[in-house]
């Protein structure tokens, strides 16, 4: 007589598309918390109790809070570059190229100002923390649509490092200064980005 096969114990292995998910919707409660009380102000514990699981849960998707913070980093640049590659698609010429470029860069975050404070000041996030992720192939590989752009604008003999550099740090500290001081008249997102593309050509 056949013995019946030993019932193997445990949970069935999930899928790759349900960890996925899980990771998403955790991901997505940590956002809202992140946007309202601010990163350091949040525990593992805190949100483990508002997405409705147990810390260990958390700790099955995550390392820690700073893998959460990544993650949604990661989700932000995708969609901002996202953007930025629909909006270029369509265009010819280096320089309208890169002029949209900006222009849609610079206008992200204005539109999204929780964004801008999710990615560039989030407190209780070390030097490696934020290293760690720009060196990332995904997010250097994101970036390079700027260093490409420049590139090809700017003119033939000029140092491009430079150019590229103050490119960035100028939408940046633009998108900055609308964030943290809305009060002062600031100049027009488009019109700021168009300034520092005009630098970037001169």
């Known amino acids: 007589m056949e013995t019946p096969q030993k019932r193997q114990a445990g949970r069935p292995k999930r899928s790759a598309a349900s960890v996925a998910q899980t ?3 955790i991901a997505a409660v940590a956002l809202r918390l992140f946007h309202q009380e601010g990163c350091a102000s949040v525990s593992m514990r805190r949100l483990a109790q508002e997405a409705g699981c147990c810390p260990m849960t958390i700790y099955a998707h995550f390392d820690g809070k700073i893998d959460i913070l990544q993650y949604l980093w990661a989700d932000v640049l995708e969609d901002l570059f996202g953007q930025i590659g629909q909006e270029i698609a369509a265009l010819s010429g280096a320089e309208v190229r890169l002029r949209r470029a900006g222009q849609v860069f610079l206008q992200f975050w204005l539109d999204a100002p929780d964004h801008f404070r999710l990615v560039f000041m989030s407190d209780d996030v070390s030097r490696n923390d934020v290293g760690c992720f720009l060196n990332r192939p995904e997010t250097q590989a994101q ?4 260093t490409d752009l420049v590139a090809a604008a700017v ?3 000029a140092e491009m490092q430079p150019r590229l550099d103050a490119f960035l740090a100028g939408l940046i500290g633009a998108a900055m200064a609308h964030n943290t001081l809305a009060d002062y008249p600031w100049t027009a997102g488009v019109a ?9 050509l001169r």
């Open 155 to 157: 003119p033939e003999g």
């Open 192 to 200: 700021l980005a168009d300034q520092y593309v005009d630098l970037v």
């Open 143 to 146: 970036f390079q649509l700027f």
């Open 23 to 25: 990771r998403k919707q």
